[in-house]
């Protein structure tokens, strides 16, 4: 696995602690093991992606250990409501609305490929399983007690009212959404949580309390500025060490105007909107501001983040030393946090990079280039 993945994406399928549970369900549908070799192993790719922090090995645990509650775990129903818990968040990709769609697919896949002892109508059973945990959509499906069953254990920290459950959860959904900007993250969130307490009655006062601590959450916010011309591992270093400071960390965008050949205002426009896209295509998980003004500017629509800067060598922090006695003369209360990147990437630069580009040099390496499927360790389905 690629050593510049965060730390907690490198996940073990060990941390599904209910074993004996899923090698029960296993045996009962009468897989084989090379066929249980293949799920886990596809499970592990999936629950590790860097994406996730709520739809986790941490959520297919807690719905594992309260299946007693709901079910008979020795019973061939208990079993198909097992894989449905196993795969019903496989496919998460939190961009896109067709997730439970896509993790549809993937079961059906996996079923029709590779095991011969369940019956097609157990097949879409458990394709609409799956789909039943798309909230507002395929209500159809909740008269099976199995998609009941499985929506009790979807939604079980919700009905259940826990304070400090409540806010973890809030949290961790804020980090798989810290794409999107914060005003439009509220309103979204306030948006999904009034139409789910009409949904689910009995999740009202965790509801309640959700939209409460929404209005009370304030984020600490980093602004990561450069030209990521072209984003490399330097930036992705000084941005994994950012995020253990601050709950988000934003990418913004913008161009170093001395470096440019032309002074055309729209061909610069031009430019910064591909740069901005290439970067998107990198850090799709990730919030990217367009910065096409004064850096200062940039932070107040951001309502004043910390700004954080990258540092490689002393000649880098003498510059900047420079750069922020002009940004404080600008705004005074300007606060900057400095991350020197890591020893084993401190050679790498922009500069470096499109002179190597030039030359065919870096693209196609994971050692200097970048994409989405490294930086979040992306399984084959979110490519």
Not at 12 to 30: D, E, P, V, Y
Not at 100 to 113: D, P, Y
Not at 173 to 178: I, S, T, V
Not at 298 to 311: H, I, M, S, Y
Request: glycine share 6%; proline share 2%; net charge negative.
């Amino acid at each position: 696995m690629n050593k510049n993945l965060r730390h907690d994406a490198q996940i073990n399928i060990k941390s599904i602690r209910h074993g004996q549970i899923i090698g029960r369900a296993f045996s009962t549908l009468g897989f084989g093991d090379n066929f249980q070799n293949e799920i886990r192993w596809y499970l592990e790719r999936c629950y590790s992606e860097g994406q996730r922090f709520y739809h986790t090995f941490d959520h297919v645990n807690q719905m594992l250990e309260r299946m007693n509650l709901v079910i008979n775990l020795e019973t061939r129903e208990a079993a198909l409501l097992v894989l449905a818990v196993l795969f019903h968040d496989c496919v998460y990709d939190p961009t896109r609305h067709d997730n439970e769609e896509r993790s549809a697919v993937q079961i059906r896949h996996f079923l029709q490929l590779g095991s011969n002892n369940l019956s097609q109508d157990e097949i879409d059973r458990l394709i609409g399983l799956v789909l039943s945990t798309k909230l507002f959509k395929y209500e159809a499906f909740m008269t099976d007690p199995l998609a009941q069953a499985l929506r009790m254990l979807d939604l079980w920290s919700l009905a259940h009212f826990d304070m400090a459950e409540q806010i973890n959860i809030a949290w961790k959904l804020f980090k798989e959404f810290q794409f999107l900007s914060w005003p439009i993250y509220v309103q979204g969130r306030a948006e999904f949580l009034r139409e789910l307490k009409v949904l689910v009655p009995a999740a009202s006062r965790s509801v309640d309390f959700a939209l409460d601590y929404l209005r009370t959450m304030h984020p600490r916010v980093g602004y990561f500025a450069g030209s990521f011309c072209p984003a490399h591992v330097g930036h992705l270093s000084v941005l994994r060490q950012a995020e253990q400071m601050f709950d988000k960390v934003i990418l913004g965008v913008g161009i170093n105007r001395q470096k440019l050949v032309s002074s055309d205002h729209v061909q610069i426009e031009q430019v910064l909107d591909e740069r901005c896209a290439q970067v998107r295509d990198v850090f799709r998980f990730h919030e990217v501001d367009r910065c096409a003004d004064l850096l200062t500017g940039a932070l107040q629509n951001k309502d004043w983040p910390v700004l954080v800067r990258g540092l490689r060598t002393d000649t880098d922090f003498k510059n900047e030393e420079q750069m922020l006695r002009v940004l404080q003369d600008l705004r005074s209360e300007l606060r900057v946090v400095y991350v020197p990147c890591e020893k084993n990437v401190e050679h790498v630069s922009s500069t470096v990079l499109r002179e190597l580009d030039a030359f065919g040099g870096y693209k196609g390496t994971l050692l200097y280039g970048l994409s989405a499927k490294e930086v979040y360790a992306l399984n084959g389905d979110l490519r």
